[in-house]
């Protein structure tokens, strides 16, 4: 079983910057993806960003230029530096990470428990 735990929402001002952290600890396997998502009141869960083991990287349209997602996978940490945030980033923001293990390959996923991001003045 894995079990996420997040850190670091509070409430900024329009043009601040923060930084959420995401541990994962348990029974994870090497090689997995891990993810950002974030949920305004009355709308679906959205995916904001996600990170493969090796690196690589991919954005939602709204959050690129502003948002770096990275990991630490010796610490099993993935990273969220959200800059230039603006009223519109105000969300609950989820850590999620899914891998592929075994054969047949079966998928595993998993969610933290959320972490509440406030821009306003």
């Known amino acids: 079983q894995v079990q996420l735990v997040e850190s670091g929402g509070g409430l900024v001002q329009p043009g601040g910057s923060l930084r959420l952290s995401c541990t994962a600890s348990?029974?994870?396997?090497?090689?997995?993806?891990m993810s950002w998502y974030r949920q305004a009141p009355g709308n679906q869960r959205e995916l904001v960003a996600t990170?493969?083991?090796?690196?690589?990287?991919n954005y939602a349209d709204s959050v690129k230029g502003r948002f770096t997602i990275s990991r630490d996978n010796a610490k099993n940490t993935v990273y969220l530096q959200m800059n230039s945030l603006k009223p519109e980033d105000t969300a609950v923001y989820y850590c999620?990470?899914?891998?592929?293990?075994?054969?047949?390959?079966?998928?595993?996923?998993?969610w933290g428990q959320g972490t509440q991001v406030t821009v306003s003045s």
């Open positions: 999620y990470l899914a891998s592929k293990e075994g054969r047949p390959p079966r998928v595993y996923e998993y």
């Open positions: 348990g029974s994870i396997f090497s090689v997995n993806v």
């Open positions: 990170i493969i083991t090796g690196g690589g990287t």
